[in-house]
């Protein structure tokens, strides 16, 4: 959904000079989030994507002047969320298919937490975070016990976690078909990933790890999902609280990047002593690789920690080798197919 972009000016020779729009871009980048949540929060995907294709039909549906939503519809075509022809919007194919709420694959909640004021806060002050390394907003950042923000988090989160819960699935098949298997999801949020688990294998049982105002939201995706028999709930620190092993898969899912590698050891020195004895532990992380610039989005993620968290990381494989080996696991494995910015691995005793 984004547009070509034109900070590399050429020279009439052919060679690029230099630019100051990379720059503009980056430093007007807030205008981007502030009119795709004004368009999410107005319905405005969703009015084009019922018909309403002309200025005055869309501020009509959407209950706005026309002059502001003719100025956001445009600059929602330039930055690619939109088509225009003849003076009508037509949504993307991306749009259509993640930000009209009538869409299955409606993602757009997702802003409740990228775009709250609990997140931008972190980054209003990521000077200080630099000079001083810790979060500006408060020392333990995101990792206050019970944040409320994980509450937002899992409710938020869930429409855009749902594929790559499923995926997961799919790609780690359970360790024995036809016979009972035990699945552990820390820091479980919604509960997509453990429960993508219980829908796929009748023979899955699920306990989600987390604090217990979040393992709401899971209970209640339990339930829509018809597997609440077989899912459970284990409230408090994933550092504090037993695991009530053994259980033959334990999921990472997008936690482990919250920590420095004396936290993960630690976790992960739990999740050996509650594995089964040819169970398996399954991360879903943004790894980047070495050169940790490379692959763009998981290498990016590395400043969401840093504004975010006292020591938080987006870990290479090589790191978190070294984190598993520590730990007492022996196979670790980086599954081939990346999950949308995500990857996949696979550790065992």
């Known amino acids: 959904m984004q547009p070509t972009n034109p900070s590399a000016m050429t020279s009439p020779a052919g060679n690029a000079a230099p630019s100051p729009m990379l720059f503009f871009q980056t430093a007007t980048a807030y205008q981007r989030s502030a009119a795709l949540k004004t368009a999410i929060d107005v319905g405005l995907f969703t009015a084009i ?10 501020a009509k549906r959407c209950g706005a002047p026309e002059r502001g939503i003719r100025i956001l519809c445009d600059y929602l075509t330039v930055l690619g969320f939109l088509t225009k022809s003849a003076g009508k919007y037509s949504l993307t194919p991306d749009s259509a298919l993640f930000l009209d709420r009538r869409s299955p694959a409606y993602v757009g909640i997702a802003v409740d937490f990228l775009n709250s004021e609990q997140m931008t ?70 509960g997509l990933y453990g429960l993508s688990f ?5 023979d899955a049982r699920v306990a989600g790890l987390d604090w217990s105002n979040v393992l709401d939201v899971a209970r209640e995706n339990a339930a829509a999902a018809g597997v609440a028999d077989r899912w459970r709930a284990i ?10 092993g053994p259980h033959d898969l334990i999921l990472f899912p997008n936690f482990l990047h919250h920590f420095d590698r004396a936290g993960c050891e630690t976790l992960l020195r739990k999740a050996r002593a509650a594995l089964a004895q040819d169970g398996r532990v399954v991360t879903l992380e943004f790894v980047p690789n070495d050169d940790r610039v490379t692959p763009p989005d998981a290498a990016a ?15 290479t494989f090589a790191e978190y080798q070294k984190m598993f080996q520590a730990a007492g696991f022996t196979r670790n494995e980086l599954l081939p197919q990346p999950i949308v910015m995500s990857r996949v691995i696979v550790s065992q005793m």
């Open 49 to 58: 994507g019922e018909g309403a294709n002309a200025t005055p039909d869309v």
């Open 301 to 315: 993620f590395a400043i969401a920690m840093l504004g975010s968290t006292p020591a938080g990381e987006a870990y």
């Open 198 to 202: 219980a829908q796929r294998y009748p």
């Open 121 to 190: 806060d972190a980054f209003n002050n990521l000077t200080t975070t630099v000079r001083t390394g810790a979060p500006a907003n408060s020392r333990e950042g995101t990792l206050l016990v019970e944040n409320p923000v994980w509450v937002k988090f899992a409710r938020a989160m869930a429409p855009l976690a749902a594929h790559a819960a499923r995926t997961l699935a799919e790609m780690v098949p359970p360790p024995s078909r036809g016979q009972s298997f035990s699945v552990l999801d820390i820091a479980a949020g919604h």
């Open 235 to 244: 409230p408090g620190s994933a550092f504090d609280v037993d695991w009530d």
